[in-house]
């Protein structure tokens, strides 16, 4: 895509196509190609949580609490524990709460970085399940941690390959409580083939085409960003590095 900004003339000009530089349209150009550079330049590698760094856009984690705040889950369920900031920002937002915990699962929890969660003052509330989150016995002891009747929320952060993605919706989705999601994070990929960091085969092998291929294939999860708690704007999409991330549970 060609874009030319005018700021005199207040224009914005993407394949050939003209439109105000002010208006919804521009915005969601802009803030796309703002998401897709700031990916490649590595901007969600410059933020922590409490602490901790969290390998995440600002702008998914406000819409994250969001959620959070609203379903008040008794469980949240992520794959991918990297540094430990996702792992400490849902304990924080269930402390905030009142109640619930988290279970995170990585194949490879570094030495450090679990030594750093385990002296976060919000470690009580994280269990580290080291492991293949998609081996069956690592589901198994995932399950054996959840008891009757809690609402569990289910993250998935690890290998973002259409195959892996697809075997943890396979896997998790069954814990997902009616009205709760399973989140397939960094769909984005299907929008990087181009840029220096990204690769060709990235436009089928991404999560946002296992979530979509996933709910067509199971009528009781719907693709369902959650609408916004709050808006006085006349903006209705996300600036977001999980398109089509948002599985609900509808049935």
Do not use: C
Request: negative net charge; aromatic residues 8%.
């Amino acid at each position: 895509m060609k874009i030319t900004i005018d700021t005199d003339a207040r224009t914005l000009i993407a394949d050939g196509r003209t439109t105000s530089l002010y208006s919804d349209e521009s915005f969601g150009l802009l803030s796309d190609l703002w998401a897709q550079v700031g990916w490649n330049q590595k901007y969600g590698y410059t933020f922590t949580w409490l602490g901790v760094p969290i390998i995440q856009l600002p702008e998914d984690l406000v819409r994250y609490q969001e959620v959070v705040w609203n379903l008040k889950p008794d469980v949240i369920v992520e794959t991918g524990v990297a540094h430990g900031g996702s792992a400490i920002l849902s304990a924080g937002l269930l402390k905030l709460i009142g109640k619930g915990r988290v279970i995170a699962i990585d194949i490879e929890i570094r030495p450090h970085n679990r030594k750093r969660i385990e002296a976060h003052p919000l470690a009580p509330s994280i269990t580290l399940v080291e492991g293949s989150s998609t081996a069956p016995e690592i589901v198994s002891r995932v399950k054996d941690l959840l008891k009757p009747g809690e609402t569990v929320l289910v993250v998935l952060d690890s290998d973002h390959s259409y195959a892996h993605v697809t075997a943890e919706l396979e896997a998790y989705a069954p814990l997902v409580t009616l009205g709760s999601y399973i989140v397939a994070t960094d769909g984005i990929m299907q929008d990087l083939t181009n840029v220096p960091r990204g690769k060709p085969e990235w436009g089928t092998d991404n999560p946002a085409k296992a979530a979509r291929d996933f709910a067509a294939r199971r009528p009781e999860f719907a693709v369902a960003p959650p609408p916004w708690a709050f808006n006085e704007s006349t903006l209705s999409g996300n600036v977001t590095h999980w398109p089509d991330a948002w599985l609900k549970r509808i049935a």
